[in-house]
């Protein structure tokens, strides 16, 4: 960003693409626009390419699952390189991702959790068979147990077309479990409910470092990042039209950044 000086360290977001799109397609999105907010935030925004426009998030998706690649190790290396250039903050490492970039957000909170301090979701799942979804039945993905505690921030919308919001409850329970944090709920500050959006936290996470854990659900919302006029597919209306509707209250990119910029280790 504008305000980057190598004397400072900065926190670092991976923009991680969804199933059949670019990291330019997806992070540069009118109302995604990643590149845009860390201008104005001031952090650093990483946007990989995965092998054919897709991510080995476990159960999904596309070429890049079904050949068993260790994107885990990619997101790694490209840390290691960014880090030769850029002075990164190590305690605020995050990563986002919409769909299949979700997917791959969930892997690295399961398996790079020294690394990764927090991940927001956008229509994804812990990619485990037990859960299902996404292209690839027999995930190399087949528990999810991290070493430290990461806090995380899972939206989806109720009438995901592609990714069912039943996933949701059970992807959260399996980082409230690897958390250490109850099973009980209680209405989340940040994000906000409002409109058609209801957002709980869960409660009993540790408190140092403070973790948390959230969801918020989008009555009526598609497979989206909501706030984007397309939904994030860079495909216009036609796009939107393929993932259903946008939410009338949630801005995926403003409360993410709000959510995990107040994470650190």
């Known amino acids: 960003p504008p305000g980057y000086r190598s004397s400072t360290a900065m926190p670092v977001l991976f923009c991680i693409h969804g199933l059949g799109q670019t990291a330019a397609m997806f992070c540069t999105d009118e109302g995604v626009a990643w590149p ?22 476990g159960s999904c998706c596309g070429q890049a699952s079904s050949m068993g690649l260790d994107d885990v190790a990619l997101m790694r290396a490209i840390f290691a390189e960014v880090g030769k250039h850029v002075n990164i ?10 769909s299949n970039g979700g997917f791959m957000s969930y892997r690295l909170a399961c398996q790079a ?17 037990a859960i299902g979804s996404g292209t690839n039945a027999m995930p ?34 399996i980082v409230t479990q690897t958390n250490g944090c109850a099973t009980a709920t209680t209405p989340a500050t940040q994000p906000p409910s ?11 996470c540790p408190s140092c470092p403070a973790i948390e854990v959230t969801g918020c659900s989008v009555d009526g919302g598609g497979h989206c990042w909501f706030g984007s006029t397309d939904c994030g597919t860079g495909g216009g209306a036609l796009g939107k039209a393929i993932v259903g509707n946008d939410s009338n209250f949630m801005k ?14």
């Open 194 to 204: 409002g409109g058609d959006t209801t957002c709980v936290t869960y409660t009993g």
């Open 36 to 57: 845009a907010k860390a201008d104005q935030e001031g952090f650093v925004v990483v946007m990989p390419n995965g092998y054919q426009n897709s991510w080995n998030g």
């Open 89 to 98: 903050d190590l305690r605020r490492v995050y990563a986002t991702g919409l």
């Open 140 to 173: 190399d993905l087949t528990t999810c147990a991290p070493a430290n505690k990461v806090s995380v921030l899972d939206v989806h919308g109720t009438m995901d077309p592609i990714v069912p919001f039943a996933t949701q409850a059970k992807s959260l329970a």
């Open 252 to 265: 995926d990119t403003d409360q993410f950044w709000a959510f995990l910029t107040r994470m650190a280790r």
């Open 113 to 129: 959790s020294d690394l990764f301090t927090a991940i927001a979701v956008a229509a994804g799942a812990v990619g485990t068979a």
